[in-house]
């Protein structure tokens, strides 16, 4: 299995930046993608940004041209590089995971860090 650390959470004001990192338990490069998630209170778990292993990536709409998903394979560490903040983007962000082993394709979630974006 994969074990996710997210760490770089915090409040900032609007109009900041935040990163937020994952680390991996493995090499991210045998993992199929990865990508980010938020959940605000009272909202649905949403997909922020996702990286596969090739390289590709979508972000929702929300956040395109503000965030940015990238990958550092050396460390087994994705980032979000979070800018321009809203308030709107408050939420506790997870990490996830997919990976297919033996055709079974399997879900991994990092236990979440908070972003508070307020004055």
């Known amino acids: 299995q994969v074990q996710l650390v997210e760490s770089g959470g915090g409040l900032v004001q609007p109009g900041g930046s935040l990163r937020l990192s994952c680390a991996a338990s493995?090499?991210?490069?045998?993992?199929?993608?990865m990508g980010w998630y938020r959940q605000a209170p009272g909202k649905q778990r949403e997909l922020v940004a996702a990286?596969?292993?090739?390289?590709?990536?979508n972000y929702a709409d929300s956040v395109k041209g503000r965030f940015t998903i990238s990958r550092d394979n050396a460390k087994n560490t994705v980032y979000l590089q979070m800018n321009s903040l809203k308030p709107e983007d408050t939420a506790v962000y997870y990490c996830?995971?997919?990976?297919?082993?033996?055709?079974?394709?399997?879900?991994?979630w990092g236990q979440g860090t908070q972003v508070n974006v307020s004055s």
């Open positions: 996830n995971a997919k990976m297919t082993i033996a055709t079974i394709l399997y879900h991994y």
């Open positions: 990286i596969t292993s090739g390289g590709s990536t």
């Open positions: 493995r090499t991210i490069f045998s993992i199929d993608a």
